[in-house]
């Protein structure tokens, strides 16, 4: 999957950065943001740029492109793409370029795709503006297109408008944009990052294959290093706007030079990786602010190996190899053994938690979710209500199941429209369930959040995904942990001030946050923030709605790390929901995949991730991008799209896209609830046994062994 790794001398690069400086005039001053950037990339060469949000990585990518807003330029250096230098053309002449020469894929399909126009029209204006194709010629090359790009009955879908697909399918939509005019540069900018891991891993195994096919040069920018690891031949790192070390994959991850890229290699959760095992490490500190940069290494300040010679000399880009440079200046100590192997990139091997989860004849159940169901009911037509046609509903939760014990994580998984947001906030209350039971401790709890106690409000709190969610912009930190203090833990008064101090240092923050706006926080301070409101009222369970899929490597490290010592101090239960099953395998004791509203498989973190499987799990663990170059993982890929929830498959909802479905029993019968022991249920009509077997053989070409077998 790798493109090739390092410059070919006797071959021109299509995109050549030469010592590129961007800065952007605030407050009458210009600011340089990026900094003294050079880089090449080939053709048929995925380049990936990582680093923290704040590193200037789409910043470069944007000035490389000359899609900078008003206030910012490339203020010095060179950006030549296949020879001509960009930043000497004009606005006109960049229109040229633009679409033709190159294209970019944005991180989010919708906000790029016109609503107003259907999809067929979009791709074909651009073969129109940059070719002068007739209308009839410009549709059917942008069928040819959307076929490209694997999208089925591309006919249908060239008639449809960008509400009616799906985010993976807007997404090769845009991909098709881009190759439109087979152009030699494509920028990508984290065009996966909202995806789920299967319709991530189809995308990228798009793009390797187009960029191959096309022999276009690719720059991907990401924060996701498995990703990077799987899709790009080299890889830049960036901190602060400045280059910190440039290799191919293979050598970056297995003989990083830097001090920031060892860090950020051991910040990621691996699949398999368990709270119970490691620590994450995590990067001590913040990105410096771009107005008040150090005056050294601007790395020095979070650095475990700087000196003093650190803080006051900034270091140079150097080779350490052919195709390897570095600005650090220790990586020959570094390079040789001498030091930093025993403080980077290690994994604290003492476990997080000091109490393992009870098993389960021990368990003190807290929470029973019985049966629930929560349906939306979709509106009809003028037409439908006339001609008498039953009303349509999307089943969000369907019949779902399970008991959450003191102590212990729930991790939920599956992908977008699975039911696992629903599922969660009708717990919480946010949403009234239709049907069945939910209990705090034998206790009923009422549908609606508004009809429960005070008691019940203080034992059950939630984390969401957008911290914003449960931070005022207008109050202060201070105020948005006082007022669940005063409401729902009922502290004196004279005692909030030191209770609310006592919760910022739980979540490693300082005394002087209380007095700050959560716009004067950083995505991750916020989300620190979120979390020690929920704990305010001392909970015994907390719900956490994809709580670290939006933030870096390094601050989801320490997010994690902090959920896991605030569960080993006060033995906190918490249901953890994430489409990143290495994050969900780190943190959680039992894992249930859910698919289209119905819990397919539910065991121990151990059985989940070992064979037998239900299917649907087997394919979500195969598509997770593992951040080693080395290691290239037998895929399952799921070509198609997840079902309307309006319109459920009859039998096993899986049956549709199942590479192991062995037939009409599959389409037409419910498949049984079976027992694999040990608490380990799958939900599936292939004999356990069997799966077992099967789910040892090669994962290409399953469909085809099934067939072949029957």
Known sequence: ?????????????????????????????????????????????????????????????????????????????????????????????????????????????????????????????????????????????????????????????????????????????????????????????????????????????????????????????????????????????????????DASVSELFERPLHPYTMELLSCVPRLGESQRGVRLRTIKGNIPSQRNLPKGCIFAPRCPLAIEHCFHVRPKVEQAAPGHTVSCHRWQEIASGTIGHDILGMRDTQPMMTVLPPK??????????????????????????????????????????????????????????????????????????????????????????????????????????????????????????????????????????????????????????????????????????????????DPEIVVCDESVSALDVSVQASILNLLSELKAQKQTAYLFISHDLAVVSYLADTIAVVYLGQVMEIGSRDAIFNPPQHPYTEALISAVPIPDPKVQTARIRLEADIPSPVNIPTGCRFHTRCPRKIGAICEQQEPPWVNAGEGHFIRCHIPLDELKITQSEPKTGLKEQREAHA
């Open 1 to 245: 999957m790798n493109s090739p790794t390092g410059p070919d001398p006797n071959i021109a690069p299509v995109l050549d950065i030469q010592n590129a400086t961007i800065s952007y005039r605030l407050g009458g001053a210009w600011i340089d943001t990026v900094r003294n950037v050079s880089l090449q990339v080939q053709a048929g060469q995925t380049y990936g740029i990582v680093g923290e949000s704040g590193s200037g990585k789409t910043t470069l990518l944007l000035g490389m492109m000359r899609y900078l807003a008003d206030n910012g330029r490339v203020s010095e250096g060179k950006v030549l793409l296949e020879g001509e230098d960009l930043l000497t053309k004009s606005i006109p002449q960049m229109r040229e370029i633009w679409g033709k020469k190159m294209s970019m894929v944005p991180q989010d399909p919708g906000g790029s795709l016109n609503p107003s126009l259907k999809i067929g029209a979009q791709v074909a204006e651009i073969s129109k503006h940059h070719y002068g194709l007739s209308d009839r010629e410009a549709w059917q090359r942008a069928l040819d297109r959307l076929r490209e790009v694997r999208i089925a009955d591309a006919e249908r879908v060239a008639q449809r408008y960008p509400h009616q697909l799906s985010g993976g399918m807007q997404q090769r939509v845009l991909i098709a944009m881009a190759l439109s005019t087979e152009p030699r540069l494509l920028a990508l900018d984290e065009p996966t990052t909202n995806l789920d891991v299967t319709t991530e891993a189809v995308v990228l195994d798009l793009f390797s294959e187009l960029v191959r096919k096309h022999q276009t040069a690719a720059i991907y920018v990401t924060h996701n290093l498995g990703v990077v690891a799987q899709v790009c031949g080299r890889a830049a790192v960036l901190y602060a706007g400045e280059m910190m070390e």
């Open 360 to 537: 389960a004849a021990q368990r003190e159940t807290l929470l029973e979710v019985d049966d629930v169901n929560k349906a939306f009911p979709v509106n009809a037509s003028i037409l439908d209500q006339i001609s008498g046609k039953p009303k349509l509903a999307v089943r969000a939760v369907d019949h779902s199941s399970l008991t959450l014990a003191k102590g212990e994580t729930i991790g939920i998984v599956g992908e977008s429209g699975s039911g696992k947001t629903t599922l969660a906030r009708c717990i919480v209350g946010l949403l009234a369930r239709d049907s069945g039971e939910i209990k705090l401790t034998a206790l009923e709890l009422a549908p609606k959040v508004e009809d429960r106690q005070t008691e019940v409000l203080k034992r059950l709190q939630m984390v969401f995904q957008n911290p914003e969610e449960s931070l005022n912009p207008y109050h202060t930190i201070g105020d948005a942990l006082r007022r669940p203090l005063l409401q729902l833990a009922k502290v004196p008064a004279d005692q909030v001030d030191a209770r609310m101090i006592e919760l910022l240092q739980a979540v490693h923050l300082s005394e002087s946050y209380a007095d700050r706006f959560p716009a004067e926080l950083s995505g991750g301070e916020k989300q620190r923030a979120a979390i020690a409101r929920a704990f305010a009222t």
